[in-house]
């Protein structure tokens, strides 16, 4: 299975007044994941819709273990959960890059549609890109 770790520096404007990060950025964070996910295997996002499939996001969930904080260096470590022709699930670790401490895991699920939000297999209409995640996802 595949993982790609993305890091980013928590900036002040994502925390709070005691320094503590926002729970909402979490969910940003995880688009950050997914994003250079999809860059780290030399496609993005935009290609995806240059192609007229979009992946809009329809489960989302996060379970917070302890506090990240400003200035902390953070590893979002992304790998897909769940891949079949219609639908694809991120998983997500966000991880505190100076102690490894696990700060919160969580997912999102998304299905493949047109611009037009009808559901489309990408096997059918980008098996290139289906056989390149289902390498990602691994012998399940």
């Given at each position: 299975m595949y993982t790609y770790d993305a890091k980013i520096r928590v900036r002040y404007g994502e925390t709070?007044?005691?320094?503590?990060?926002?729970y909402a950025n979490y969910l940003n964070w995880f688009e950050i994941g997914r994003t250079?996910?999809?860059?780290s295997l030399g496609m993005t996002y935009k290609e995806l819709e240059d192609n007229k499939i979009m992946l809009p996001v329809?489960?989302?969930n996060c379970k917070y273990i302890w506090s990240a904080e400003y200035d902390d260096v953070i590893i979002i470590r992304t790998r897909i959960d769940f891949l079949k022709g219609t639908r694809i699930r991120f998983a997500y670790?966000?991880?505190?890059?100076?102690?490894?401490?696990?700060?919160?895991?969580?997912?999102?699920?998304?299905p493949f549609?047109?611009?037009?939000?009808?559901?489309?297999?990408?096997?059918?209409?980008?098996?290139h890109v289906y056989e390149m995640l289902n390498k990602c996802y691994g012998d399940r």
């Open positions: 709070d007044k005691m320094g503590i990060v926002y250079e996910f999809f860059r329809i489960e989302t670790d966000i991880i505190r890059e100076n102690n490894n401490r696990l700060l919160a895991q969580g997912m999102t699920e998304h549609t047109t611009l037009d939000k009808k559901p489309v297999n990408i096997k059918k209409v980008l098996p």
